[in-house]
Every structure is written in structure tokens, then in C-alpha cells.
């Protein structure tokens, strides 16, 4: 399954809000207050123009805490933005179908430099797989196969190479027990199991089995 990521672009769905409130016309954005408190709670804006709202910013008073987008017009939202306080963008939400089911978050890039993307692959928002980029370039990932809340597969890459895979054959350690490399080329180098748990991988001889993915499904 191929990833698409959504863009931290600096220029978020919030800030296109703002700048359209100070524009003259059509396009600028409809503010909705709390009945109550007569916070501002959402800015919902048209603007591409078309008639349709295509833009909705979910505040607490002037504190954004989400925004929804139609980016591209067709009448799905395509762009989840998720806001901290005071108003920091922390991951961007996006559909890698584009048919209105979020499925892939794009966090920001954390201190060692990592970005990390969470992938629902069964599209139903629990997340069974995450990927860690350097810049563009694939670091590793992690999978809980079978969405029972523990990591069973962690892969480790190089210049974007797949160069090891790490497993829980018995899905229930939480620690990897067997351990597959691989070459600079993608080719297999060999196999090897920790069954004691001590954190050294002893060579076995058996070939790698069948039922062992061989690499990277992306
Ligand atoms: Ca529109
Ligand atoms: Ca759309
Ligand atoms: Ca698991
Ligand atoms: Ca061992």
C-alpha cells in the first residue's frame, strides 16, 4: 500500500481562514457563536467561491482546535488539520483514497528529526502501522498486525532500503524473536531468533518461511 502523506504546509487551513476574513467579497468566512458564552466556536468559509462551503475551523474563542478542508473542490473533506494550545499544528489528517475516510496522520517533525505517520490501513481509525521519515526517506516502521494493541513486526531501513525485519512469530511477547536482514540490493542475508529474550539474535539455519512476509508492503 503505497503512503500519502499530507503536507505540514506552513500555510494551514487557519491561516487561510484569517486571511480570507480580511478580504473583501463573498468568500469571507461565517462565523458561528456559543449561545451561552458567545465564544466563537466555528468558521465555516466558501473559498474557492463555487457556493459550497469548502473550509470549517472548529475555536475556542480565538484558540483553534480543528479545521476541516475540501481542498480540491470535489465536495469531500480531504484535509484534517489538529491543533495544542496556544494554536501549534500537530498532526494533519488525510484520505489516502480521497474519498472523505481519514485514514493516514502526518505528525510534526519530533526533536530527533523524525516525522512519524500513523496509517489506519483498515481504514477505521485504529492505527496498525507507523512509519518514521528522516526529510522523505523512510527509517523504519512499526506493525501491530493483528490490532491487538501490541507491536509484532518493526523494519528497519537504509538510503530507503528495506535492511532488517523484526517479528513477534508469537504475537502475544511484545519483543521480536526473529530476525530477517537483508542487503543493500533488497536481497536476503539471513535469519536469526532470540527464543530467550535476552536481546541476542542467534543464527538458525532453516530458510526463511514461507508465511514470513519478505518485505516491506508499501
Ligand atoms: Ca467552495
Ligand atoms: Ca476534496
Ligand atoms: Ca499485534
Ligand atoms: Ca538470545
Given at each position: 500500500?503505497?503512503?500519502k502523506r499530507?503536507?505540514?504546509?506552513?500555510?494551514t487551513?487557519i491561516?487561510?481562514?484569517i486571511?480570507?476574513?480580511?478580504?473583501?467579497g463573498g468568500?469571507?468566512?461565517?462565523?458561528?457563536?456559543?449561545?451561552?458564552?458567545?465564544k466563537?466556536?466555528?468558521?465555516?468559509?466558501d473559498?474557492?467561491?463555487d457556493?459550497?462551503?469548502?473550509?470549517?475551523t472548529?475555536?475556542?474563542?480565538?484558540?483553534p482546535?480543528?479545521a476541516?478542508?475540501?481542498?480540491?473542490?470535489?465536495?469531500r473533506?480531504?484535509?484534517?488539520?489538529?491543533?495544542a494550545?496556544?494554536?501549534?499544528?500537530?498532526?494533519?489528517g488525510?484520505?489516502?483514497?480521497?474519498?472523505?475516510?481519514?485514514?493516514?496522520?502526518?505528525?510534526?517533525?519530533?526533536?530527533?528529526?523524525?516525522?512519524?505517520?500513523d496509517?489506519?490501513?483498515?481504514?477505521?481509525?485504529?492505527?496498525?502501522?507507523?512509519?518514521?521519515?528522516?526529510?522523505?526517506?523512510l527509517?523504519?516502521?512499526?506493525?501491530?498486525?493483528?490490532?491487538d494493541?501490541?507491536?509484532?513486526?518493526?523494519e528497519?531501513?537504509e538510503?530507503?532500503?528495506?535492511?532488517q525485519?523484526?517479528?513477534?512469530?508469537t504475537?502475544?511477547?511484545?519483543?521480536?524473536?526473529?530476525?530477517?536482514?537483508?542487503d543493500?540490493?533488497g536481497r536476503?542475508?539471513?535469519?536469526?531468533?532470540?527464543?530467550?529474550g535476552d536481546g541476542?539474535?542467534?543464527?538458525?539455519?532453516?530458510?526463511p518461511q514461507?508465511?514470513l512476509?519478505?518485505?516491506?508492503?508499501?
Amino acid at each position: 500500500m503505497s503512503t500519502k502523506r499530507a503536507s505540514l504546509r506552513a500555510f494551514t487551513i487557519i491561516a487561510t481562514v484569517i486571511v480570507a476574513s480580511c478580504a473583501p467579497g463573498g468568500t469571507r468566512p461565517v462565523p458561528s457563536y456559543d449561545p451561552y458564552t458567545s465564544k466563537l466556536i466555528q468558521l465555516t468559509a466558501d473559498l474557492n467561491g463555487d457556493g459550497r462551503q469548502d473550509q470549517w475551523t472548529f475555536l475556542d474563542g480565538n484558540r483553534p482546535l480543528r479545521a476541516e478542508a475540501d481542498t480540491d473542490g470535489d465536495g469531500r473533506v480531504d484535509r484534517w488539520e489538529y491543533y495544542a494550545a496556544p494554536a501549534s499544528l500537530v498532526k494533519v489528517g488525510s484520505s489516502s483514497r480521497s474519498d472523505g475516510v481519514e485514514d493516514t496522520w502526518t505528525w510534526a517533525i519530533d526533536a530527533n528529526g523524525e516525522r512519524r505517520v500513523d496509517l489506519s490501513r483498515a481504514r477505521d481509525r485504529a492505527i496498525d502501522r507507523r512509519e518514521y521519515f528522516q526529510g522523505d526517506v523512510l527509517v523504519r516502521a512499526d506493525e501491530d498486525t493483528d490490532l491487538d494493541g501490541l507491536l509484532d513486526k518493526w523494519e528497519r531501513y537504509e538510503a530507503g532500503a528495506l535492511r532488517q525485519v523484526e517479528f513477534d512469530t508469537t504475537k502475544q511477547l511484545g519483543r521480536p524473536d526473529r530476525r530477517l536482514m537483508y542487503d543493500a540490493q533488497g536481497r536476503f542475508v539471513s535469519i536469526s531468533a532470540d527464543p530467550d529474550g535476552d536481546g541476542t539474535f542467534e543464527p538458525i539455519r532453516e530458510e526463511p518461511q514461507k508465511d514470513l512476509p519478505q518485505g516491506a508492503r508499501r
